[in-house]
């Protein structure tokens, strides 16, 4: 099946800093990639859908300019957590589409922020 | 836009017992409707999915039936097994060209397989 990869796996970064979250399918080209953050024990929350080549649609409540996302290529998308605070720990995963609207959805693993 | 309520937040079986989890939808607009399996800390892995013009689907002991006219969809579990043990998540997403494919998931179960 297709592989989407996120880097890095786990970061831990201070209070004010700037986190940059990648996300890349292996081996089949996005045009579509989204991003979930979750938080202990709860579900995965959409934040933002990012599409190559445009401006991402972010969710109602999601800031865009903290929570800034680019799509420069068919397979990368990252999001970048900007001035992160404490309360903004917690697993961010991405997944994609096949490129063409296929309905499957494919996860990266994960990326768990601490801000400490 | 779409709300997905998932029931029961928790549920324990013994082992060897079926498993039942209820999901309804509120956007008549969806059409495709995944179940994923979270194991601690990792990526949420598809189970199974079914599609609007289907009222069932089985896979060896997982099935999935959906009920468009209620809006609603569940999954079944029949023979758990301890290693069936994770947080379960149904998710629905419109149909092509409305949302972008985007999923919209439940609040999850934990379900615990009792050996």
């Known amino acids: 099946g297709a592989v989407v990869s996120q880097h890095p796996s786990r970061v831990i970064c201070k209070s004010g800093t700037s986190v940059k979250i990648e996300c890349r399918s292996l081996?089949?080209?996005?045009?579509?990639m989204f991003w979930y953050r979750q938080f202990p024990k709860q579900s995965l929350m959409l934040m933002a859908t990012s599409n190559e080549g445009s401006k991402a649609t972010y969710e109602q409540g999601v800031e865009k300019d903290k929570f800034l996302i680019n799509h420069a290529s068919l397979t990368l998308s990252t999001l970048t957590v900007t001035s992160a605070h404490p309360e903004d720990s917690s697993f961010y995963i991405c997944?994609?589409?096949?490129?063409?609207?296929?309905?499957?959805?494919?996860f990266g693993p994960g990326t768990r922020l601490l801000v400490l | 836009g779409e709300n997905v309520e998932q029931h029961p937040s928790t549920l324990s079986v013994q082992e060897g017992d079926s498993a039942v989890i209820k999901c309804t939808y509120s956007d008549s607009a969806s059409n495709y409707f995944p179940w994923y399996k979270q194991e601690l800390g990792k990526r949420p892995q598809l189970i199974i999915d079914i599609r609007s013009n289907v009222g069932e689907k089985k896979d060896q002991r997982i099935a999935v039936t959906l009920n468009k006219t209620a809006k609603h969809f569940s999954l079944h579990i029949t023979e758990t097994q301890p290693e069936d043990s994770a947080v379960y998540f149904c998710a629905a997403r419109p149909r092509a060209g409305t949302g972008g494919f985007k999923t919209i998931f439940g609040a999850g179960t934990r379900l615990f397989v009792k050996a």
């Open positions: 997944s994609a589409n096949l490129a063409g609207g296929q309905e499957t959805q494919y």
């Open positions: 081996d089949f080209q996005a045009t579509t």
